[in-house]
């Protein structure tokens, strides 16, 4: 991992020279909070978004996938709590009038705060402690007092009168809602029994006032959601088994470092939670929230079955016995884990008195996995023979072909995106009918037969855990 200090602009520099991450609308001036993936960008956001739900479905017997739709019933957000109490804590600077969240501002000056404070304990922590706390613009201490403000994000659908603000749907703010409210069709149409879990991937809206960070907080994410019914007495047991579940999947899955991670206990739980950590990770800015993992009692079923009139209890096949199951959950941003898995990947070295960098990602998260080089590009029967070779691995692998420059700058290219193998096809090739391919990490070559050369990638690609 670079140095901390400079390591997030580098990083941003990358993303956007390699085509990972573009500011969105850049044409007109970037859009607040908002950012588009690249052709490498989505390829890693795919690997990362395959892996998870590698370990939360395909792994777990007990655990079926959803796809819920965006828009959904506008009495959802009423029953799940987001309309009276979704906000952040904000004020404004009275002499820049910038506003910030002040969770944030007192974190930073070393002050436990979270969202989830009253507006009133969060006043009285502000102004406590006006000597630590300054305005990240002007450096002025002259604060407007706390307000909450709602993060939901309105739309006019399906509402065709002329005030349409009175009675918005909502692009959802999590993803979870749709779990809640499909729980009964998953249990009638398939074969789980509780305990079980529903995992989801999509997007989800919120509007974020602090527009930092790049793609640590945006106003559109998508978010990867497993929520876990349980017996109520079961609930802290299950509980603490997801919790070592979601670690394991970081250290041994995503490849990230034990000392890169750490737990986070909530003091402050939010109006659902009976218990609440967050996994955070060494962002280039910090230790901050990665993931949440969070044991939230019978209130989201509870809160459904009353404002919808149904009836959310779980009916034991065994034993007859009727109970509203509890839920844990476990709730993640893509966006997130890939600014952790680019930040974990980030590596400078020497070479020789010149720099490298390389992106030395898991190779099962890489965007690319092999990329095919005929050594000189005037050469017909290097080249002819370099595209047959790619075009029999673009089967099985996502790979690139490239004959541009020479191929001290191509191996560059690809050290810079995570490419794990280049192949190159030279004079030897055209006898020998091996080719050379060079790691990435220990940048060797070693000649491979043409003939092997899809097996050995796919042994390769799959040996370590990176
Ligand atoms: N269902 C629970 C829930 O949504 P949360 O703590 O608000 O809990 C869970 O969000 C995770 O979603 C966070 O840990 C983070 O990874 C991601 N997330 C939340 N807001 C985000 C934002 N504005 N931009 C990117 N990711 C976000």
Redesign the pocket.
């Known amino acids: 991992m670079a140095d901390k200090n400079d390591s997030m602009d580098k990083i941003v520099s990358l993303c956007k020279r390699r085509g990972f991450v573009f500011p969105s609308s850049e044409i007109y001036g970037g859009y607040g909070a908002i950012y588009d993936l690249g052709p490498y960008g989505v390829e890693l956001a795919n690997a990362v978004k395959r892996e998870w739900w590698k370990c939360m479905v395909q792994l777990r017997q007990d655990i079926v996938g959803l796809d819920s739709s965006i828009f959904m019933h506008p009495k959802i957000w009423e029953a799940s709590g987001h309309v009276a109490g979704f906000a952040d804590p904000l004020t404004e600077c009275k002499v820049c009038h910038v506003r910030s969240r002040v969770d944030h501002l007192l974190e930073e000056a070393g002050i436990e705060a979270d969202e989830k404070m009253s507006e009133e304990q969060i006043n009285a922590l502000l102004f406590a402690n006006l000597d630590k706390i300054k305005c990240p613009s002007c450096g002025k201490k002259d604060f407007t007092p706390v307000r909450k403000f709602n993060l939901l994000v309105k739309s006019n659908l399906g509402n065709f009168a002329d005030d349409w603000s009175k009675e918005p749907a909502y692009l959802r703010g999590?993803t979870?809602q749709g779990i809640y409210v499909n729980y009964k069709n998953v249990l009638d149409s398939s074969r789980v029994q509780v305990p079980f879990g529903i995992a989801q991937i999509g997007k989800a809206f919120?509007n974020?006032i602090t527009a930092r960070q790049f793609i640590?907080?945006?106003r559109e994410?998508e978010?990867m959601?497993m929520q876990y019914f349980t017996r109520p007495e079961n609930e802290m047991e299950e509980y603490e088994k997801l919790r070592d579940y979601r670690w394991q999947y970081y250290t041994r899955h995503l490849g990230l470092a034990e000392k890169n991670l750490k737990w986070h206990k909530h003091k402050n739980l939010v109006f659902y939670a009976q218990e609440a950590y967050d996994i955070e990770y060494a962002f280039p800015f910090g230790f901050k929230?990665?993931?949440?993992v969070?044991a939230r009692g019978d209130y989201d079923l509870t809160q459904h079955a009353k404002y919808s009139g149904k009836d959310l209890s779980y009916t034991d096949p065994k034993t007859g016995e009727k109970f509203v199951p509890h839920i844990i959950?476990s709730?993640?941003?893509v966006?997130?884990t890939v600014l952790a898995v680019l930040t974990e990947a980030y590596t400078e070295e020497d070479l020789d008195g010149d720099q490298r960098i390389v992106m030395k990602f898991p190779k099962k998260l890489a965007p690319v996995k092999a990329a095919v080089f005929p050594l000189l590009k005037n050469k017909p029967e290097l080249v002819s023979l370099a595209k047959e070779i790619y075009d029999a691995l673009k089967l099985d692998f996502m790979c690139e072909f490239d004959d541009n420059g020479n191929v001290g700058k191509r191996y560059r290219r690809q050290d810079e995106i995570g490419t794990p193998y280049c192949i190159t096809v030279d004079f030897e090739t055209l006898e020998s009918r091996t080719v050379t391919v060079r790691d990435r990490d220990t940048m060797e070559q070693i000649r491979v037969a043409i003939t092997d050369l899809a097996g050995w990638l796919r042994t390769n690609l799959s040996s370590d855990s990176k």
């Open positions: 999590e979870c919120r974020e640590f907080r945006t994410f978010q959601e929230e990665l993931e949440g969070h959950e709730s993640v941003g966006g997130r």
